[in-house]
């Protein structure tokens, strides 16, 4: 497992845009996978996007493409997100997850059963 440290979140308008950062804390990350929850009031944990550490793949949900691009810093062992174009329903606390093990790159990263690591959330609310 690795410690994930998050930043980024805060309070915009909806067609604001934010970045979210992740970053390994104290050590380089060699696993196969980062990626990007998000939990709204009342809901369950929710997939929005991941990245191959080691290669060019990602993932994401429906509801974000277009919007969201996800990509990463192997100099700095950081993934960022950025929200474009935010809406209400965007609301939420938004969780990072690492896989740190060497594993194949595939379906499993789309769900939280793929990841050994979570970060602690950053709250990001878009207001109408």
């Known amino acids: 497992q690795v410690q994930l440290v998050e930043s980024g979140g805060g309070l915009v308008q909806a067609g604001d845009s934010l970045r979210l950062s992740c970053a390994t804390s104290?050590?380089?990350?060699?696993?196969?996978?980062m990626g990007w929850f998000r939990q709204a009031p009342g809901k369950g944990r929710q997939f929005v996007s991941s990245?191959?550490?080691?290669?060019?793949?990602?993932f994401y949900a429906d509801s974000v493409k277009g919007r969201f691009t996800i990509s990463r810093d192997g100099a700095k062992n950081t993934v960022y997100l950025q929200l474009n174009a935010l809406e209400p329903e965007d609301t939420a606390v938004y969780y990072c997850?690492?896989?740190?093990?060497?594993?194949?790159?595939?379906?499993?990263?789309?769900?939280?059963?793929?990841?050994?690591?979570w970060g602690q959330g950053t709250q990001v609310t878009v207001s109408s």
């Open positions: 104290g050590r380089t990350f060699s696993g196969t996978a």
């Open positions: 997850a690492a896989d740190s093990r060497s594993r194949m790159w595939g379906t499993r990263y789309y769900t939280s059963n793929g990841y050994n690591s």
């Open positions: 990245i191959h550490w080691n290669g060019p793949s990602t």
